[in-house]
Each structure stands twice: as structure tokens, then as C-alpha cells.
């Protein structure tokens, strides 16, 4: 498995721009897809988006779709997730995830997970 340390999480007004970021070590990162969830208070976990183990291509829910911007860096073994016009509903714990296949990772399964990073919008 791969280990996770998402980090960049935190407050931000309406409109705002935030990017949280998910160091990844233990494995060979170009051997998984990566993803992030997040979770609100009192909420199921929801998919965000996506990245296949290429970064060629990108799937995005479609409450974040032309807000966030999901992309990997191979040579820091680190995930971004970009995102702009946040908004109060975007509040909840992000988590990064990773597995082989893009597709699990689509549909909630995935093998390795991080801690979480709390991010706040105000409005």
C-alpha cells in the first residue's frame, strides 16, 4: 500500500481560492490513481474527482466540475486538488485516496487513504 499525508487544508472565505495537496510514499506513485472525497458533518462520503495513474485523464463530480482542478506532479509523488469559487457547501474534511484503477477509485473503492484536511468556507 501507499501511504498519504494530505496538508493545505484550512479557512477560507465565499469565492475563495484554496489547494490542498497529498504526499505520497511506500510505493511506486505512478503505479496508482489518485482521488480525492470529502466529507461534510452528518453526510455520506462523496467522490470529488479523480486522476488516472498518467494524469491523462481527469473525472470530476458534478458539483465541483469547472471549479476544481485535480493534477499530480510524478516528481514530488504529490496530488493537488486546485479549487475556486468555493462555496459555504464546499465545507468538509478532504481526503486523498489511491488504488490501481481509476475506475474503483470512481466508484469509492480504493486501497490507501489519508488522515483528512479540514476545509472551512465562510460565507
Known amino acids: 500500500q501507499v501511504q498519504l499525508v494530505e496538508s493545505g487544508g484550512g479557512l477560507v472565505q465565499a469565492g475563495g481560492s484554496l489547494r490542498v495537496s497529498c504526499a505520497a510514499s511506500g510505493r511506486t506513485f505512478s503505479s496508482y490513481a489518485m482521488g480525492w472525497f470529502r466529507q461534510a458533518p452528518g453526510k455520506e462520503r462523496e467522490f470529488v474527482c479523480a486522476i488516472s495513474r498518467s494524469g491523462g485523464r481527469t473525472y470530476y463530480a458534478d458539483s465541483v466540475k469547472g471549479r476544481f482542478t485535480i493534477s499530480r506532479d510524478s516528481a514530488k509523488n504529490t496530488v493537488y486538488l486546485q479549487m475556486n469559487t468555493l462555496k459555504p457547501e464546499d465545507t468538509a474534511v478532504y481526503y486523498c485516496?489511491?488504488?490501481?484503477?481509476?475506475?474503483?477509485?470512481?466508484?469509492?473503492?480504493?486501497?490507501?487513504w489519508g488522515q483528512g484536511t479540514q476545509v472551512t468556507v465562510s460565507s
Open positions: 485516496a489511491a488504488d490501481p484503477g481509476v475506475e474503483r477509485l470512481r466508484a469509492g473503492i480504493f486501497g490507501s
